[in-house]
């Protein structure tokens, strides 16, 4: 008996010693634009893997572009990795579009499934124009920046520049024999095969891989990077700021309704933690709070509509020039669609909001002395010429200035004097 847990023992230690030293793979799915979120969650992939001392970190890659600020972060953290880069456009139907470009070119090993596509890496303008002189320093900038990439990893320099200045974009089966890419891969288990023996010189030395059966392991996004990927979205974050200001404007013109002071303190507080992330020019966000000023004036002085053209006029800049163009390469900005919708709406309320404000400064007062003048009401006294007389419930001293009025007699306020209503019989 003794003898058999003996063996069994022995098995299993071999069985664990041989499983502890078999070959692992990190997987990160970096399926998103390129931004702030993306770049800690690949960064903190790359430190795994070299903590753990894996054969590989894979970087399935799936993005239309971003932020080119997160793009030389993430590519600068794989130029400097000391443990391997697969960056694999993956699965089908995938792009590395933009900003994607230059991460696959970066890779140690550049791979693609089939049914993807590569390319497309021109500067673009959010606001659909630009300054000659500033694109064309973007674009220069962006082209030096992938040769260097290109030149590193000895892939097709030329093909690269033009991905930049002429925004080509090209299939897989075309990067693998443009020197683009090194392999075809229809899936990750396809890819480890290929690429086992390979070599890759990293920042430490050459190495050779050993991805034959290795073990996958895959990465996935923190709670709080996955919170700061869905607010890096730009179009999340305008709709935000709008819901802020809508909700702070509701709780100041009416004091106590609490929930649209909370929601809006609430959206105003996610909208600037996800511009913090985002390229955001400051202009911008200035003149759309100045549209909300020029509305909320609006209302209380009669402009003849002259502040709130200034303030839609205003609204529609600022919310075009909201994310700074300057820094995007592709897939960051806010949906012109957006755009225009939010303008509409906010015209179209504070437009409402204007015409109920004429309509009560137009509106007969209703209260105070004033506003009983012309009312009616019935003598509850002989009035000759004074007596008491009830209007809206309310008993009032009144003289009355033509003949008797008899109690029970309907009566007209002609006029207020201090204390006592003047009356007249109504006809």
Not at 7 to 28: A, D, G
Not at 256 to 269: D, H, K, L, R, T
Not at 357 to 378: L, Y
Not at 392 to 419: M, Y
């Amino acid at each position: 008996m003794n003898k058999v847990l003996y063996i069994i023992s022995i098995c299993l230690l071999f069985t664990l010693s041989t499983f502890s030293q078999q070959n692992k793979v990190l997987v990160i799915n970096a399926d998103c634009a390129i931004h702030p979120a993306c770049a800690d969650y690949i960064h903190s992939g790359l430190e795994k893997a070299a903590e753990e001392n894996v054969e590989c970190l894979i970087i399935k890659l799936n993005t239309p572009g971003g932020l080119l600020k997160s793009t030389r972060v993430i590519v600068t953290d794989i130029l400097e990795s000391k443990i391997p880069v697969v960056v694999y456009v993956s699965p089908s139907g995938s792009q590395a579009a933009s900003a994607g470009v230059f991460i696959t070119l970066a890779g140690h090993i550049a791979a693609m499934s089939p049914g993807t596509n590569i390319g497309a890496a021109h500067p673009v303008s959010l606001q659909g124009t630009q300054d000659t002189v500033m694109m064309e320093k973007a674009t220069n900038d962006a082209a030096a920046f992938i040769r260097t990439i290109s030149e590193k990893r000895k892939r097709n320099i030329e093909w690269a520049e033009d991905a930049v200045r002429k925004s080509l974009s090209i299939t897989e089966t075309e990067a693998l024999g443009l020197n683009v890419i090194d392999i075809v891969a229809k899936d990750i288990n396809d890819l480890l095969h290929q690429i086992d023996g390979k070599e890759v010189e990293t920042v430490s030395g050459k190495r050779i891989l050993k991805t034959k059966d290795a073990i996958i392991v895959e990465v996935e996004m923190t709670l709080a990077q996955k919170l700061l990927s869905i607010l890096s979205d730009p179009n999340l974050a305008y709709i935000l700021l709008m819901l802020g200001i809508y909700g702070l404007f509701f709780e100041l013109y009416n004091p106590g309704a609490i929930f649209p002071g909370v929601v809006g303190g609430i959206c105003i507080i996610l909208a600037f933690y996800s511009m913090h992330t985002l390229p955001v020019n400051y202009a911008g966000l200035a003149l759309i709070i100045f549209a909300v000023i020029l509305f909320l004036l609006e209302i209380k002085i009669v402009s003849h509509g002259v502040l709130s053209i200034g303030g839609i006029i205003s609204l529609l800049l600022g919310s075009m020039m909201l994310i700074d163009e300057n820094s995007v390469l592709e897939a960051m900005e806010i949906s012109m669609e957006l755009i225009i919708l939010v303008v509409v709406l906010t015209a179209a309320f504070f437009l409402f909001a204007i015409t109920l404000g004429i309509k009560a400064q137009r509106k007969k007062t209703v209260t105070g002395s004033e506003g009983i003048v012309g009312e009616f009401g019935t003598a509850i006294s002989i009035l000759n010429p004074t007596g008491k007389i009830k209007v809206h419930g309310e008993i009032w001293d009144a003289e009355c200035d033509d003949d008797e009025i008899k109690k029970g007699d309907k009566i007209e306020v002609v006029a207020v004097d201090h204390l006592k209503l003047v009356v007249k019989k109504k006809k």
